[in-house]
C-alpha cells in the first residue's frame, strides 16, 4: 500500500530510478528512505517505508538450506544477487532469528557478491565480469542459476552455462539441467 504500485508515470520512474541507484550502491538506505517518504502523502515514517520495502521478501524454503549444504560439499558455490543494505540486513536478522542460522554466508557460500557493494546490477556485463576477476575461472566453467531470464541471458552473452529456475520450482530439476547431480 505505501509503495503503491498503481502510482503515476513520474513516480513510477522516480521509482524505478531510485530502486536500482540503491541496489548499485549508488544511494544510502538513508536517502533512499527520504526518497520515497517525498513521494507519498501522507509522509510515512523511515520505519514504515523500511518495513514496506521488506515486505516484498518471500521468506525461505527450510529444504534450500539442507540442498545448499549438500551442495557445498562437493562444489565451490558463490551468491550473486542484486540486493541492497536494507533487504541484507533484515535477511540475516530473519536467518539467525527464525532459522538460527547466523554464519549464512560462510555456512552455505564460499563468497557472496552483492550489488549494492560491486557499484553493479545483473544483468549488466560489469557485474558478471567483477565475478569473473574474483573467482578467477574461465567464463565456460561457470555455472550460473538465476530466476530472471534478463540475468541468465546477460550471463549466457558472456559465455557462462546460465539456467533459468523458474520462482516455486524444484531447484534439483534445474540442478540436474546443469548437469549437477545430487
Not at 524454503?61 to 541492497?84: M, V
Not at 532469528?97 to 553493479?120: T, W
Not at 523458474?166 to 531447484?171: F, S
Amino acid at each position: 500500500k505505501l509503495l503503491n504500485t498503481e502510482m503515476a508515470a513520474p513516480y513510477k520512474n522516480k521509482y524505478r530510478e531510485i530502486t536500482l541507484a540503491l541496489e548499485k550502491g549508488e544511494m544510502l538506505p538513508e536517502a533512499f528512505i527520504f526518497a520515497i517518504q517525498s513521494m507519498c502523502e501522507p509522509v510515512p515514517q523511515g520505519r514504515e517505508v523500511v518495513d514496506a520495502w521488506n515486505a516484498m521478501l518471500c521468506g525461505w524454503q527450510q529444504d534450500r538450506f539442507t540442498l545448499l549444504d549438500e551442495l557445498k560439499k562437493d562444489y565451490n558455490i558463490y551468491l550473486l544477487s542484486n540486493t541492497n543494505q536494507i533487504h541484507l540486513d533484515y535477511v540475516m536478522r530473519e536467518l539467525k532469528e527464525v532459522y538460527q542460522i547466523d554464519n549464512f554466508e560462510d555456512r552455505f557460500f564460499d563468497q557472496c557478491f552483492y550489488s549494492h557493494k560491486m557499484n553493479a546490477w545483473k544483468p549488466e556485463k560489469e557485474i558478471y565480469k567483477q565475478v569473473e576477476a574474483t573467482i578467477g575461472l574461465e567464463r565456460s566453467e561457470f555455472i550460473f542459476i538465476d530466476d530472471n531470464s534478463n540475468n541468465v541471458i546477460g550471463a549466457k552473452e558472456l559465455g557462462w552455462q546460465a539456467y533459468l529456475h523458474p520462482t516455486n520450482t524444484d531447484l534439483r530439476l534445474t540442478l540436474n539441467n546443469a548437469g549437477i547431480g545430487i
